[in-house]
């Protein structure tokens, strides 16, 4: 018997999709978790385990507001102070992929070198 898929499958392959469209954008999974990365260094941090998604990305611009969202908190290990936030969502969960969506990419464009960063503005 096949196991059940996740609810909370199709909105982290969208994820993964958004975040792999930007330029030399790599794949690891360091820790067994999703990382994206930009030359070497990862960019979004992701997970799919027991129903609940996650998404860890540097939000230098808007943390502040970021924060204010009832499904965002600070990301551990010390990174919320350098501004990452992580969005936690389980499967009754609406994941609001637009809104994360520009998030990857305020991530992408904090970490990617300048002139890659440059050809996206």
Same mark, same amino acid.
């Given at each position: ?35 994206? $990365? +930009? ?9 799919? *385990? ?7 990305? =540097? /939000? ?33 969960? $609406? +994941? ?9 990419? *305020? ?7 300048? =002139? /890659? ?5």
């Amino acid at each position: 018997m096949a196991a059940k898929k996740s609810v909370l499958a199709k909105p982290e392959a969208e994820l993964r999709k958004i975040g792999m469209s930007f330029p030399e954008t790599t794949e690891d999974f360091p820790w067994g978790h999703r990382a994206l $990365k +930009v030359k070497g260094k990862a960019f979004v941090f992701m997970s799919l *385990e027991e129903d609940v998604l996650s998404l860890s990305v =540097k /939000l230098p611009d808007s943390a502040d507001f970021a924060l204010m969202q009832p499904f965002a908190a600070p990301t551990g290990y010390g990174l919320g102070k350098s501004g990452w936030v992580t969005a936690s969502f389980h499967k009754k969960d $609406k +994941v609001p992929v637009e809104l994360l969506r520009n998030w990857i990419r *305020e991530s992408y464009l904090a970490i990617a070198p300048k =002139k /890659l960063a440059a050809s996206l503005r």
